[in-house]
């Protein structure tokens, strides 16, 4: 019998990914959907009541989602892009240029569900908070790593000046992330934990559980769709994408 082995290595052509992008695109917002409602029908119907904050506490269903993908993404996306710049791979640059705008996305609902909660539990809608400061950071990374592809026309100097930039800011992650640990602020810590039991009641942990897979399956089909998107704009001079628009046309 013989073994069939997948050469996963021909994917990293914009020829042969295209066309399993298109194919992988329902099934994440399928997903998506399932993902999102369930989470959202958990949080904000089924999840009891804070005994502190009350039911204020359920704008939580939507920033911490946004919040954990705005750095997540922020990785990958400087993850495609230094695999890019090391290896020279069109995709890879094209990954990153549609990875930026859903993680930029991200990290303004976090700022603006931080806000909207922030305002009835510390009084104030904005504090120059580390984690606060460092998420705005984020953001300005995702839209200066924007900025700064548009502002370079050659599609491959602009995704080469865009991952330097990338890197870089990916030391602005762990600052997030222990921010609350390394400084004393008015965030509060970690609900959720690798290394302990979750500070939460079961119903409301999988309400966010299923809220950040939500996020997370919608940010893969739409970074999916905005990559084809990509490929025919930067490709629109080769053989295949040429008999891909006579097909359709």
Same mark, same amino acid.
């Given at each position: 019998m013989t073994?069939?082995?997948i050469n996963w290595f021909k994917y990293a052509s914009p020829q042969t990914f295209y066309p399993l992008a298109g194919r992988l695109i329902p099934w994440f917002w399928a997903l998506a959907a399932l993902?999102? @409602?369930a989470g959202l029908t958990i949080g904000f119907l089924l999840a009891p009541t804070d005994a502190q904050q009350g039911e204020g506490y359920r704008i939580i269903f939507l920033h911490v989602p946004a919040s954990w993908l705005s750095m997540f993404i922020y990785l990958v996306m400087a993850f495609w892009a230094g &695999? +890019?710049? %090391?290896?020279n791979i069109r995709l890879s640059g094209m990954m990153a240029s549609a990875l930026a705008p859903t993680g930029a996305l991200f990290a303004f609902l976090s700022l603006w569900t931080g806000a909207l909660w922030g305002k009835? *539990?510390?009084g104030t809608w904005w504090v120059w908070d580390a984690r606060l400061t460092s998420e705005l950071i984020l953001l300005f990374l995702y839209i200066g790593f924007i900025a700064l592809q548009a502002a370079i026309d050659d599609p491959r100097r602009a995704d080469k000046a +865009?991952? &330097?930039?990338a890197l870089v800011g990916v030391v602005n992650i762990p600052i997030i992330y222990f921010s609350v640990k390394w400084w004393n602020t008015l965030h509060q810590g @970690? $609900?959720?934990s690798l290394t302990k039991a979750p $500070? *939460?009641? %079961?119903?409301?942990l999988w309400g966010m559980l299923l809220c950040a897979l939500g996020c997370w399956m919608y940010s893969i089909a739409i970074?999916? *769709?905005r990559v084809r998107t990509i490929m025919l704009e930067r490709e629109r001079h080769t053989d295949w994408v040429r008999s891909l628009l006579d097909d359709k046309g």
């Open positions: 073994e069939r082995v993902f999102g @409602a &695999i +890019g710049l %090391a290896f009835p *539990m510390w +865009g991952a &330097i930039l @970690a $609900s959720v $500070s *939460m009641a %079961a119903m409301m970074a999916l *769709m």
